[in-house]
């Protein structure tokens, strides 16, 4: 099986910076043939895509909300997956989930992927 764990979340304040993490772990892990992504799920809201890469990170796209704010990246060799979130914003408080598929793609569709970590809170006050 395979584990996604999430670090990084915390509370900041508007303006503010943070680098959110997501280590892949377990005995059946290939996490360099893996598309990711990057979800997040504000109170009373439903959860909504946020960034993906594909299993070359050739294959990058960005929700509109969060463009020239967050980068998505990726270190296989250390089978972590990373956003960077810059110019945090209190509408951007949620609790961020990484995923992975198995095919590689990049795709905001979470119907697409077949792992799922517990998520990372982030909170922005103003």
């Known amino acids: 099986q395979v584990q996604l764990v999430e670090s990084g979340g915390g509370l900041v304040q508007a303006g503010g910076s943070l680098r959110l993490s997501c280590e892949a772990s377990?005995?059946?892990?290939?996490?360099?043939?893996?598309?990711m992504g990057w979800f997040r799920q504000a109170p009373g809201k439903e959860r909504e895509f946020v960034a993906t890469?594909?299993?070359?990170?050739?294959?990058?796209v960005y929700a509109d909300s969060v463009k020239g704010c967050f980068t998505i990246s990726r270190h296989d060799a250390k089978n972590t997956l990373y956003l960077q979130i810059n110019s945090l914003k209190p509408e951007d408080t949620a609790v961020y989930y990484c995923a992975a598929n198995r095919v590689g793609v990049s795709s905001e569709n979470d119907s697409a992927y077949d792992y799922w970590g517990q998520g990372t809170q982030v909170t922005v006050s103003s």
């Open positions: 377990g005995r059946a892990v290939s996490f360099s043939s893996y598309g």
């Open positions: 890469v594909n299993w070359r990170g050739g294959s990058i």
